[in-house]
């Protein structure tokens, strides 16, 4: 992936308003760019189509990163997009090729950054704040704040009143920078949005430059950043932007990464498997009810801790797993003595140090009291636990 004749960072673009996908060939030496779009649109659906049309568009060997910068539609369910990002990533880790999903959340504000080239204190905040367009009167804003040696994003959210983003967004946050991307008609006219905040922000910055250009250096920086190739100052760490629920029984959540959670992210939880009967990861977005990505039964896991963990790489793609968690107790090496205890149902096996602390022995199913069942099922004697489930099954 880092050979020097890979030369293209490939942006592949389906957004809201587009009718047909775009394809944008950039050419990392040159900055050349060359624009290539598909006679129809939405590449979640029609994913057969795009994956076997790239290899004919594009010099797949010659090809540094794919950028996906998608608007995903409301219909479109959590496992779905998953399982599209999931395919993406696997196509371009066939072919060398390193992946990388984005949207306006990111490049926005990055791009406001990275062309003002602003570095404010550690602890202070950025204001960055763009139309959201298409015959709306709305404005996008994002809180961001400076920490070490980049931007972590606090909270992104669409207004449409000056009033309730003051009283609600702002908060007791004060920035020390307010960038805004001007539109022509900004300054013509009072009944404008973005006119009203001009006023509230006698001190905020208007850009007017070519937005596009912004996104794609914005874009570019990004992508050098994460490979290492190109470490940059004005870096903002990518944010997970919906909801990730770990559940006991689809009920009862253990832990949530919430939005603007910082990626990659990684969080273990150690439980009893008395618990629970099974742990469920649901993703959860702004415009579809939390849906079930998958669930992990306990019914064959044998130990009584369970370690639960969540991983989650830059492009919001989960690992989720379940590990039994094995608890090592330290035991007296010489026992002065050892006793076993016997009830109607169970059976264990306790040993006594020189100071007569008691210790209770684990089977090798990790019970300290073991079921006095024997089967005889299987070609060696089973005594225990599985003795028991044999015996009821």
């Known amino acids: 992936m ?11 673009r389906d957004m809201l308003f587009n009718l047909n996908t775009c394809i944008r060939i950039h050419n990392i030496n040159t900055g050349k760019m060359l624009k290539k779009e598909l006679n129809y ?16 568009l594009i010099q797949l060997h010659r090809v540094k990163a794919f950028v996906f910068h998608l608007f995903e539609f409301d219909d479109i369910l959590p496992s779905k997009s998953y399982a599209f990002r999931l395919r993406c990533v696997e196509f371009c880790k066939e072919n060398g090729i390193f992946c990388f999903f984005t949207d306006e959340v990111l490049l926005c504000p990055l791009a406001a950054i990275l062309h003002t080239k602003t570095i ?29 040696d980049r931007y972590y994003i606090l909270d992104c959210a669409p207004h449409i009143t000056v009033e309730e983003y003051r009283d609600i967004f702002m908060d007791d946050f004060v920035p020390k920078k307010v960038f805004i991307f001007n539109e022509t008609r900004v300054r013509e006219s009072p009944d404008n949005i973005l006119f009203k905040l001009k006023n509230y922000f006698n001190d905020a910055i208007f850009l007017s ?54 990626l990659p992210y990684e969080k273990s939880v150690v439980i009893d498997t008395s618990a629970a009967k099974s742990v469920s990861l649901f993703q959860e977005t702004t415009e579809v009810p939390p849906e079930c990505l998958k669930e992990i039964p306990f019914a064959s896991i044998k130990s009584k801790k369970l370690k639960i963990t969540l991983k989650i790489d830059y492009n919001s793609i989960p690992e989720f797993t379940v590990e039994e968690e094995s608890i090592k107790k330290e035991f007296p090496s010489n026992p002065e003595k050892a006793r076993f205890v016997f009830s109607k149902q169970y059976f264990s096996v306790k040993i006594y140090d020189e100071n007569e602390k008691e210790y209770v022995l684990e089977d090798s199913e990790g019970l300290d009291k073991t079921p006095i069942y024997i089967s005889f099922t299987e070609k060696k004697p089973i005594i225990g636990k599985s003795a028991m489930e044999a015996y009821f099954n």
């Open 41 to 56: 649109s939405l590449i979640i659906k029609e994913q057969e189509k795009f994956f076997s049309s790239l290899p004919s």
């Open 209 to 262: 430059d070519d937005k596009e250009k912004l996104y794609t250096d914005a874009m570019f920086t990004k992508v050098l950043h994460l490979l290492g190739e190109k470490i940059s100052p004005y870096d903002i760490a990518v944010a997970y932007v919906d909801i990730f629920d770990i559940r006991l029984d689809s009920r009862k959540t253990l832990f949530k990464v919430e939005r603007f959670s910082i």
């Open 2 to 12: 880092a050979a020097t004749n890979r030369i293209f960072i490939v942006e592949i």
């Open 120 to 148: 404010v204190d550690e602890g202070q905040g950025i204001l960055v704040i763009r139309p959201m367009g298409h015959g709306t009167n709305a404005f996008m804003a994002t809180k961001l704040i400076r920490e070490k």
